[in-house]
């Protein structure tokens, strides 16, 4: 099956400019991101505008790209779990209101090793008296 020219994506291209010209894999990132944008719906656009920019602002504001990347998956899981997200709103669909309570979850107490267990073994707290 043939995909349009629209959706071809060379991972291995971008990898590569993002190695080697960073600042030219972001001009990119950015036109590919506007370009995707504009072929929203007008409705649809100022809302993608909105979220690329609280993804920008992440981005921004992590100190590694393993934070960047953790703060745009919790950006998402919120938008599903967090208030007023989707799962809400499927909830409201099915004529349910207000959420239910989440029941608390168990808190594990870790243990730290004692000095003279092998760093290869794992070592996990008793959950049996």
Not at 38 to 46: I, T, V, W
Not at 100 to 109: I, Q, S
Request: aromatic fraction near 8%; glycine fraction near 4%.
């Amino acid at each position: 099956m043939d995909q349009p020219s629209d959706s071809a994506f060379d991972f291995e291209e971008w990898v590569l400019l993002a190695k080697t010209d960073p600042q030219a894999f972001e001009a990119k990132r950015a036109e590919e991101i506007a370009r995707l944008i504009a072929k929203a719906s007008p409705h649809s656009q100022s809302r993608l505008h909105g979220l690329q920019w609280k993804i920008d602002m992440e981005r921004q504001r992590a100190s590694n790209p393993l934070s960047s990347c953790m703060r745009i998956f919790n950006l998402m899981w919120d938008s599903v779990y967090g208030e007023r997200g989707l799962l809400e709103a499927l909830y409201r669909l099915e004529g349910h209101s207000p959420l239910p309570e989440r029941p608390p979850a168990d808190v594990l107490e870790l243990r730290r090793r004692h000095p003279d267990q092998q760093h290869s073994k794992l070592s996990y707290p008793s959950t049996h008296p």
